[in-house]
């Protein structure tokens, strides 16, 4: 059973316009990650939230963790090419299971000229 | 800064053959973990460790084991190799349970 879904699976956008990323559960969860993983490498943190409606911007990026701590939505504004790999959501469970993460399914992101 | 290395980065084996997969870190950190990540599925979890000389099953700990004797290296070992288990697998390392972990750059491993 996978925990958390991400939508779209795909994306293939141009540089220069906007999306988001959602990542969903019904599970609640103490706090959920975001991380990039490009071609031959392994994922790499970008941000962490741990409150509910907790927003976090990183540059374009901009991360909110929903109020019930069950979503996060990742939005890039004015993508581009450097922004292509592919995006997971990790959560880390509420419920006392607190040794390991639960990933998401990733979102593949490709931004072209 | 070498971080979580993984050795080998490629192989190819045979169906029943075995084989064990290294991972190294140099940050001290407690926990380690074995991921396996196929198209669309994201990272799913096979063993993890919360300690030196301890392990535990992930979510998809069949026809793998692992040992941790040493707190910087995790070893993980397919004892008789399966087409099915044909995947790019990621060891990754945290400081405490769940908190932002540090990966490797995977191995990928092709089943004959």
């Known amino acids: 059973t996978q925990l958390l879904e991400q939508s779209p699976q795909f994306l293939s956008i141009q540089e220069g316009e906007n999306l988001t990323v959602y990542c969903n559960s019904s599970s609640v969860f103490s706090s959920l990650q975001w991380y990039r993983q490009e071609p031959g490498e392994g994922p790499v943190l970008l941000v962490t939230v741990v409150t509910g409606g907790e927003v976090k911007k990183l540059k374009r990026l901009t991360f909110q963790f929903g109020d019930a701590r069950k979503d996060s939505s990742l939005h890039i504004t004015a993508a581009q090419p450097g922004d292509t790999g592919l995006y997971l959501c990790a959560g880390a469970r509420a419920d006392g299971t607190a040794s390991k993460l639960t990933f998401g399914t990733g979102t593949r992101l490709q931004v072209t000229l | 800064n070498a971080g979580v290395t993984q050795t080998p980065k490629f192989r190819v084996l045979k169906t029943g053959q075995s084989m064990t997969l290294l991972c190294a870190q140099d940050?001290?950190?407690?926990?380690m973990y074995w991921y396996r990540q196929d198209p669309g599925m994201g990272l799913r979890l096979i063993h993890y460790?919360?300690?030196?000389?301890?392990?535990a099953k992930g979510e998809v700990p069949d026809g793998y084991n692992v040992s941790r004797l040493k707190k910087q290296n995790f070893l993980l070992g397919l004892e008789s190799a399966a087409p099915s288990q044909t995947s790019v697998y990621f060891c990754?390392?945290?400081?405490?349970?769940?908190?932002?972990?540090?990966f490797g750059d995977g191995t990928r491993l092709s089943i004959l």
């Open positions: 460790s919360v300690g030196e000389g301890t392990t």
């Open positions: 990754a390392s945290s400081w405490v349970g769940a908190q932002p972990q540090h």
């Open positions: 940050m001290n950190h407690e926990y």
